[in-house]
Every structure is written in structure tokens, then in C-alpha cells.
């Protein structure tokens, strides 16, 4: 990615017109302590000082998650608001009570909670909603349709994990969050890498030259078949009266 900095204004620019568009009075956004949400989190800051909100929501979380949520929020000087949803997933569960066959079926629910917990906000306070997804993920869809998707904005979606890397870097973000192995926090010990089955490295580099070892280059092309209902609005049915002629 060249000229960082200038990729930055812009997006801080976007941000601001994309507010006022809509008309907004600010931005809010889940702050995981992963470093997407940090760098969504930075941009936000700058282009709204005084109306960006970052929202912690533990659900059955490892700790550490929410301790590095703080750590960003602090390091930007950014205002945060605090849920924790484990109560509420725990009801969902009980309520629903289902024979369970599939376990992302059951990891699926805290990023729709989540995302229902983001539009609560947004709607009391006039703000827009602001997702991390960025374009790696994206590509292949690693995200959670009407989850961490459910969104008004997605800023990073043009940009691969090595550019989020770079912009954290720009936005001074604490270098722990940076290093740290991504993860989704769907379930413990839970990373991006693992459940895709390669390296953000090969898969930035697909994205970028189109190229890569042939076996992982075949998974990459198959997700992205299998995950493009995700990336697009439902399919609407458009009736043609000739067809129901009598």
C-alpha cells in the first residue's frame, strides 16, 4: 500500500461524509482488542473526536479481550460502554434448546448478539454503525452473515490483513495488539489462521498477485464460491406476469 498516510485522510474523510450523508452525529463500533477493531477504532476517533464510541461485549470471553479493548480505548482517549452478553447467549441457548449439530451454528449467535447490541446504541444515539471486515477476510468470507457484517460502513473491506498491519502501525496502536495471533474469540484458544487453514501472508498474497501454492490457492477460490451469498444483499424474486398468463 503506498502512501499510508494519505490513504488515512482519506478514510477519515470517508467517514465524515458517510455520517453526514446519512445524517448521523457519529460512529459506534465493537472494540474486540483485536487489532481490526483497533484500527476501525483509531480511524473513527479522528474523524469524529468527540462522537465515536467504542462498545466492549464479553461473551463467555477470554479476559485478555476485553483488557486489550481498554488498552486501545485508552491509548486513543476514546469513550467506551460496556455489555456483557454472556447472560443473554446463555437464555438464547436455554430458550432455544435444540439437539446441536453444528458448532458454528452456536459460535454464530455472539456476533449477531453483538450486532444487535451495536444497532441498539446506534439507534438511541443518531450514529452509524462501523464494521472491521477487512478485504482478506472478505475475499474469503470469514465473517458472520448478519454478525460482524451487519454493518452501515465497512472502511478496511478494500484493504488486506498486511494493510491493516501497516494503518495500526500509522494510528499508534499499542504494539501488543499488533503482535498478538488474530483471532475471531469464537470459542478458547480460537485463531484466524487455524480455522482457515493458512497464513494470512499466503492469502494476502493470492489477493494481491494471484498467485500461490496450488492446493491453497484451490481452498482460497472455494471459500470465496462457497461464502458469496455473504457478500451480497438476498436474492429478491421479481415476478414476470407473462409467465402466470391464463
Not at 216 to 242: A, C, D, G, L, W
Amino acid at each position: 500500500m503506498e502512501n499510508l498516510e494519505r490513504v488515512c485522510e482519506d478514510l477519515i474523510e470517508w467517514l465524515k461524509i458517510k455520517v453526514k450523508e446519512a445524517g448521523g452525529k457519529g460512529l459506534v463500533f465493537g472494540l474486540s482488542g483485536g487489532i481490526d477493531s483497533a484500527v476501525v477504532a483509531g480511524l473513527s476517533k479522528k474523524a469524529f473526536p468527540m462522537s465515536s464510541l467504542g462498545i466492549i461485549m464479553p461473551c463467555h470471553s477470554n479476559p485478555i479481550d476485553e483488557e486489550h479493548g481498554l488498552l486501545v480505548a485508552e491509548s486513543l482517549d476514546l469513550k467506551t460502554e460496556r455489555v456483557d452478553l454472556s447472560k443473554v447467549y446463555d437464555q438464547f441457548i436455554q430458550s432455544v434448546n435444540i439437539k446441536l449439530t453444528n458448532k458454528l451454528a452456536l459460535a454464530n449467535i455472539k456476533p449477531r448478539l453483538r450486532m444487535t447490541t451495536l444497532y441498539y446504541f446506534a439507534q438511541n444515539y443518531n450514529y452509524l454503525v462501523v464494521g472491521s471486515s477487512n478485504k482478506s477476510e472478505f475475499t474469503i468470507g470469514y465473517f458472520t452473515k448478519h454478525g460482524d457484517s451487519g454493518v452501515d460502513l465497512l472502511p478496511l473491506a478494500s484493504f488486506t490483513k498486511t494493510d491493516i498491519w501497516k494503518m495500526a502501525r500509522y494510528l499508534n496502536i499499542p504494539e501488543i495488539i499488533i503482535e498478538k495471533p488474530p483471532t475471531a474469540g469464537l470459542w478458547e484458544n480460537q485463531t484466524d489462521e487455524d480455522e482457515m487453514g493458512f497464513g494470512y501472508d499466503i492469502l494476502d498474497n493470492y489477493i494481491v498477485n494471484n498467485t500461490g501454492p496450488e492446493n491453497i490457492v484451490e481452498k482460497i477460490e472455494k471459500m470465496n464460491r462457497t461464502s458469496e451469498h455473504k457478500r451480497k444483499f438476498p436474492p429478491i424474486f421479481y415476478q414476470n406476469i407473462n409467465n402466470y398468463s391464463v
